[in-house]
């Protein structure tokens, strides 16, 4: 079965500190991995693909397949970064399956 | 990208009624989907909404609660009948221009409250 988790629903660091939001996936293919952003009062927009492997306002994620993880990371977390993250999985056909989400709070 | 307009934005309804719940985009996509978001949860998704044709439903999601409609490619209708408050939920429209492992696009969401 496919299934992401975000074992965190809140996370709160200091302005400047580095951050690293934590999404682990179940599935027995070749997922493809996605971080979804929302920040207040907007909607729901991409942030991140895995294979794009680009780095997006700081933020990067690597895949493990190992480890079946696919972290989120910024070494210096600014205020604006302060919004609800989800992790997602696409295992085929058209479903995107998303963890729980990550409350970000950014301290100043 | 696209811009998606969807409506009404929240709504609180009576047990037992239906709300329908309206998706337009700026351009014509090849996908659309439906999502529900129940407080605490993770989205989840209801259907894709197929243009001419019946939607392909999720496991635990049935036409005749969740009836949709897709008459062309900018615009889709997602109704939630016969509601009761376990209904009560964030509903979110989608679309992709390829699939959903390429960008997906958002609505601002439809909050419902059932009474």
């Known amino acids: 079965a496919q299934r992401v988790t975000q074992p965190e629903k809140l996370l709160s660091v200091f302005k400047g500190a580095p951050v690293e939001l934590k999404c682990n996936y179940s599935?027995?293919?070749?997922?493809?991995l996605f971080w979804y952003v929302q920040y207040s009062r907007q909607r729901l927009q991409l942030l991140l693909r895995h294979i794009s492997r680009e780095s997006i306002k700081g933020f990067t994620a690597d895949l493990n397949k190992g480890e079946t993880s696919f972290h989120l990371k910024k070494p210096f977390a600014q205020e604006e970064d302060s919004a609800m993250y989800y992790c997602a999985l696409w295992g085929g056909a058209n479903n995107l399956f998303f963890g729980t989400g990550t409350r970000l709070t950014v301290i100043p | 990208s696209a811009v998606i307009s969807q409506k009404p934005s929240r709504d609180i309804c009576q047990r037992g009624t239906s709300l329908t719940i309206q998706c337009q985009v700026d351009s014509q996509v090849t996908m659309m989907f439906w999502y529900r978001q129940q407080p605490g949860q993770s989205l989840t998704l209801i259907a894709t909404a197929n243009q001419g044709s019946e939607a392909t439903y999720e496991s635990g999601f049935v036409i005749d609660k969740f009836p949709i409609s897709r008459p062309n490619l900018t615009f889709s209708t997602l109704t939630v009948s016969n509601m009761s408050p376990e209904d009560s939920s964030i509903y979110l429209c989608?679309?992709?221009?390829?699939?959903?492992?390429?960008?997906?696009?958002f609505g601002s969401g439809t909050q419902l409250s059932v009474l």
């Open positions: 989608s679309v992709s221009r390829q699939g959903p492992n390429e960008k997906l696009f």
């Open positions: 599935y027995s293919g070749s997922p493809e």
